[in-house]
């Protein structure tokens, strides 16, 4: 399986204005990576790039399929062909735990699934036209299996899983690595909503380093933390009255 190499090439890392996106791209600068950081927010993205001189602001919405095109190409031309894409932009919003919405619903669907097929599209082109490559998409372990309260976003996550596994079936045989990451909870301004108890719970900085770790270890799936990944894997192989009547005990001890 191909591995990127800061001398191949630059990274592109998407939701790089907060939360796991941000360090993962101060991680990939300090292993001597350039990086591309995309976000919405400009001013967000410029303080990142201030702080390492070998991480650039590009900002754009990654649910405008046109603008990313433009964005990717113009990363490459500036800056050397993109061959580590972690593709990490995505949202949760809290209100789904009150009631089932449409409109949160789709508008989750535009940003974690529209928007990392709309980046996919041009590094996919990209990479298979040189025969190598490497990408990531950011999943969670809530994509696993269902969790109450959260049907717009852990579907959202589960479709991601399933699309990065189509992918390296797809894909490996052109030389590109797909990877999934599927974090557990992790402090960032998204977690930070939430008012349950996190299970194994972990720091930005932390997180970070496992991910980029995977990058260069390799294998399919980063996951973590693993006690707590390993746990619910094992969950989700229960028939369904175990894995409802588990799952409602977890929920209801978070709660306390």
Known sequence: MYRAHPKDGIAWVTGASSGIGRTVALELSRR???????????AELESLAAESQNIYSFPGDITDRAGMARLAGEIEDLHGQIVLAFLNAGVYF??????FSADVVWRTFE?????????????LVAMERRGKGQIALTSSLAGYGGIEGSAGY?????ALIYMAETLKL???RAGLTIQIVNPGFVHTAMTAQNDFK????????????????????????????????????????????????RMRRWTERARR
């Open 32 to 42: 001597g990576y350039k990086v591309a950081a995309t976000a919405r927010r400009a």
């Open 170 to 172: 797809t894909y490996e």
């Open 111 to 123: 940003i974690n699934v529209g928007g990392t097929v709309n980046c996919l599209d041009p590094v």
């Open 198 to 245: 996190m299970p194994f719970v972990m720091d930005a900085d932390r997180a970070a380093k496992i991910i980029c770790d995977g990058f260069e270890k390799g294998g399919f799936e980063i996951t973590f933390p693993r006690r707590l990944a390993y746990l619910f894997k094992a969950v989700c192989l229960l028939p369904y009255p175990l894995y409802f009547a």
């Open 94 to 99: 809290i209100t789904e735990r009150d009631r």
């Open 154 to 158: 852990g579907s959202t996550k589960a």
